[in-house]
């Protein structure tokens, strides 16, 4: 199945096999053939294609495809793209059958569908301009896709540039400009004459002495169980340098607790306390509108677990790793395994370049290959608390945070209208297929 794009009609076999080897077991077909996916969700998505090209003419797919094989009066490019049209394939998701998440398209619904039927010359003549009016607005869309992959690679470059302290000035840098020094530094004789009358105001924070006040507090409102024990640093033995005034932290660190959320799937009700899963956060934020409810009794157990406030960090842990939200609600809600919880150490730094540190951390590693799972890639608890983190002075997150926000709201913005474009590509791609299986369609 994954051989074949969606609606594009490309495909591109796994490779060649002994037709004993796969004689049973597997759907046959021929060049010539159109196939097509009968299962959910791969059927919705528009799985289907001409077959063409094939090794001796003939192969071999999953049995999740069915194989239509157009008789003479039928033009197989004709035929592609009848059943790649949405009014289709939303009807066939209605006449589907079996259990939920194995729904397929029943082979007697498939076999009674009526199809319009012009003259072949004309089918060839509707397909010539299909394709015509598609190739052009293909080529909007690769444009369009490129300004996606552009502005998801600024975004990257902006949080690289803030998480290693070149996309601000420092605290550190200001100083040596005539601003403030580091908290211990003296002001004297030498400092005014070399003409650095700043040196008088009040000295900033470095990031390892507001490390030292975050463990301090952590420290002074232990409240799990047994003795304290620090949280280990992290070894910086392999990391990278550091801007001045900037110090390596863990997310352990950082934080008094690091969880996730349940590890079963509670009883749902249609109305209730808000149950937060992977899809709910998007775009760094919570989304309550088309979230699943459990109800009061269970969040109550649930909470003692998590126990959400202002200020705490979520990150999706499985499934789609790496999205991020800050909570700033005073909403109640739950979570699933697959989202976890971090909570700073209260009001001591900024949880926004917390999170933004993550997104970097995040954006700079290689999850197929640096995150643990064969066939589901997780970002095991242990793993996240250990994460190294840069910690600038708080002054500099402050910064920080807002010249990001002010960057990537821009991006934002033109993300929004290269999407609504996006959707109305596919809506006119939609058109041109209604209107050329009613006859209206300009040839």
Known sequence: MKCVEEESGRFEPLGDRKVAEVRKGYTPFRDGDVIFAKVTPCMENGKAAVMKGLTNGIGFGSTEFFALRPADRLDANYLFHFILQSS?????????????GLRRVPKSYLEQQPIPLPPLPEQRRIVTEIEKQFTRLEAGVAALRRVQANLKRYRAAVLKAACEGRLVPTEAELARVGRVP???VRPNAKNAASGDSAYNATPYETGEQLLQRVLAERRKNWTG???????????????????????????????????????????????????????????????FDDCK??????HAELSKRCDMERGDVLITKSGTIGRMAVVNTDREFSLFVSVALIKPVCGIFDSRFLKLSLEGYIGSINISQDVKGALLKNLHLEDL?????????????????????????????????VSADLQRATRLRQSILQKAFTGELNT
């Open 385 to 417: 608390r250990v994460v190294p983190l840069r910690l600038p002075p708080l002054t500099d997150q402050t910064r920080t945070v807002a010249e990001v926000e002010r960057r990537l709201s821009v991006v934002e913005e033109l993300e929004a209208v």
């Open 88 to 100: 289709f394939r939303q009807q066939a998701a209605r006449n589907m059958t079996g259990a939920v």
């Open 225 to 287: 169980r047994g003795k304290y024990k620090e949280p280990a640093a992290p070894d910086t033995a392999k990391l990278g340098p550091l801007p001045e005034g900037w110090t390596w932290v863990t997310v352990e660190q950082l934080s008094t607790r690091v969880v996730d959320g349940t590890h079963h799937t509670p009883d749902y009700v249609p109305d209730g306390v808000a149950f937060i899963s992977v899809k709910d956060i998007r775009g760094g934020m919570i989304h």
């Open 293 to 298: 409810f459990i109800s009061p009794e269970a």
């Open 182 to 184: 580091p908290r211990g």
